[in-house]
């Protein structure tokens, strides 16, 4: 993140894979990453309130306690078919 502004993200764009090698490139430059061969790859889809059951791992990033004691949050991240969401 730029230190002025914690909030810019860095725009890239996946150009392309050799292996597990990628490459990243952005603005200024591209960077070669390694993908280990164990690694999970995973994408965010929209997921439906049943989703939200008894043993399914979740993430939620942020909550704020009402005064019931209940947490209200915008969005929240459910694994599927025993994956720990990434975060």
């Known amino acids: 993140m730029h230190p002025h502004n914690p909030t ?3 725009a890239s764009a996946f150009s392309h894979s ?3 090698m990628l490459t990243m490139k952005y ?3 591209e960077k070669k990453i390694v993908v280990p061969n164990n690694a999970t790859i995973v994408q965010f889809v929209n997921a439906e309130k ?3 059951k008894p043993g ?3 993430f939620i990033g942020a909550a704020t306690k009402k005064p019931d004691g209940s947490l209200e949050t915008a ?3 459910v694994g599927k078919d025993g994956i720990t969401p990434p975060m």
């Open 27 to 29: 603005k200024d430059g």
């Open 8 to 10: 810019t993200r860095l």
């Open 56 to 58: 399914a791992k979740v």
């Open 18 to 20: 050799l292996g597990p």
């Open 75 to 77: 969005g929240i991240n």
């Open 50 to 52: 049943a989703d939200l």
